[in-house]
């Protein structure tokens, strides 16, 4: 059944010759707005719709008719007016009818927009693409960055000290005040190798007996470390250990005499909220002491981070923060609104310098959860060697997207999947694809070895996979590898 003249219960009648301007522009926008109009669902208009001629004696011209008011906003309950006449006094022709609509619903001009379609059905969890960033060492030209003072005596360095005499006192709980207990604390750490390359980065004070904890990538060129401390004071360190995956390393001061320490205090990175306030402290561009503020932007953001020249990979659930961190900012503290250490600044997310190269912050830096720092800090100063949860398979790390798969295959010929290993016991096999791991989505390899290395060995984990498009829950055991090395 034809739709064509829906609405006016009648055949078409010729319309009278009507000057095209004599239409009310007003009713028929109202009654059909935008460039498909549809007919308002109302009662036909009879025939006789047309104003009866005027009472008043005919030698007097009828009174004009009132232009109709603007039409108040429709709804669904209110009734349709009449249809809008011409200057004639004609029904204006028919309209295109609106689209069906469901049973019992208004329709036309005072028809509710039919809700959007509902959003695909995912299942719980948070899914982040994982974040390709930078390590944040600066070069060792950029120098320790004490200013000299413009007094004619460039031997005497402007220390990094928050205070200066005839300044009034700061509360403790102020930014400023925070600064001033912790930047005793921190140190700037540069290195140098045989070659003459090095590096700038920042440390802080982990404990009385001289440990420095900072980056793996700030000391990973070796040669010399020097440590210098706020007040201009320089020590020579050692390296206790390090590792390459977590981009933690812990170093040791040598011959330090009767000076005294002050370790900063460790804060509780899992209790740490988006929103919250975040004190940045280190050496930017070898500018010792510079402290910026930001917020809590996200927490268990998966990044994936290598140097420059794409060694020193690293992987880590981090907090990501706005507070400006730039190259130089590398191993130094992450402090929270109370003064303690919830992270250690590692990388960030550069924008371009214009030349072709990254240039320094655009408000994205990454900070290592200091409960995971502290873990991997205590088996360094124990045995030397990090240790790493596994789950015994090898995953395709270059896969962005679709979840991690395990490869069918690997260059050596050796199993994707170590016989008796965790995954091999939990029934997972070459070409399975690991699309959870302990309720957060898993969308590539880099971001489910993130998401690993945040737990410890020995925790039993839920994990969820797909083959052959089915999908499959287990439970995995976690194991455990001791050093950076696979073999």
Do not use: C
Request: proline share 13%.
């Amino acid at each position: 059944m034809s739709t064509e003249n829906e609405g006016s219960g009648r055949q078409e009648e010729p319309q009278p010759d009507a000057p095209e301007p004599g239409r009310d522009e007003r009713s028929e926008s109202a009654a059909a707005p935008g460039p498909a109009p549809a007919a308002p669902a109302t009662p036909p208009v009879p025939p006789t719709a047309p104003a009866a001629p005027p009472s008043t004696p005919p030698a007097a011209p009828p009174t004009p008719p009132t232009p109709p008011a603007s039409p108040a906003p429709p709804t669904a309950s209110a009734p349709p007016a009449a249809a809008p006449q011409t200057a004639a006094g004609a029904v204006p022709p028919p309209v295109p009818p609106a689209p069906p609509a469901s049973p019992g619903a208004a329709t036309g001009a005072w028809a509710v927009p039919p809700a959007p379609p509902p959003h695909p059905k995912r299942r719980n969890g948070l899914l982040a693409g994982v974040i390709v960033a930078t390590l944040i060492a600066g070069g060792i030209g950029g120098g320790v960055g004490y200013l000299v003072a413009d007094d004619g005596d460039s031997s005497a360095p402007a220390s990094a000290d928050s205070g200066a005499s005839g300044n009034e006192a700061r509360p403790p709980e102020s930014v400023a005040g925070i600064a001033e207990a912790a930047l005793p604390s921190v140190v700037t750490i540069e290195t140098g190798s045989r070659n003459g390359e090095g590096s700038t980065g920042t440390g802080f004070v982990y404990d009385e007996q001289g440990r420095i904890m900072t980056n793996n990538h700030v000391v990973a060129g070796g040669g010399t470390v020097n440590v210098t401390f706020s007040d201009g004071e320089t020590f020579e360190a050692e390296v206790v250990g390090n590792a390459e995956g977590y981009d933690v390393a812990v170093l040791q001061l040598t011959d330090i005499g009767d000076r005294e320490l002050e370790p900063l205090p460790m804060g509780d990175s899992d209790e740490v909220a988006v929103g919250d306030a975040t004190i940045a402290i280190g050496a930017p561009f070898g500018l010792s002491g510079t402290v910026t503020t930001g917020i809590i932007s996200a927490k268990d953001r998966p990044v994936s981070a290598s140097d420059a020249t794409g060694a020193s990979s690293s992987y880590m659930n981090a907090l990501q923060t706005d507070a400006s961190i730039n190259p130089g900012n590398s191993g130094g503290p992450l402090l929270n609104a109370d003064g303690e250490v919830i992270g250690i600044n590692s990388a960030i997310k550069p924008g371009s310098s214009g030349l072709g190269e990254p240039g320094g912050s655009i408000g994205l830096g990454f900070a290592i959860p200091i409960n995971q720092a502290e873990r991997v800090a205590q088996d360094l100063i124990e045995t030397g060697e990090p240790v790493y949860p596994i789950i015994g398979a090898h995953v395709d790390t270059s896969q962005v997207s679709g979840g991690a798969q395990i490869v069918d295959s690997l260059p050596d010929g050796s199993d994707p999947v170590s016989p008796g290993g965790p995954a091999d016991e939990a029934g997972l096999r070459p070409g399975d694809v690991i699309t959870e791991f302990d309720g957060r989505l898993i969308d590539s390899g880099p971001t489910l070895i993130s998401e690993i290395w945040s737990h410890e060995p020995g925790e039993t984990i839920e994990v969820t996979y797909e083959r052959g498009g089915q999908e499959h829950t287990t439970q995995v055991v976690l194991g455990e590898r001791v050093g950076d090395s696979e073999s």
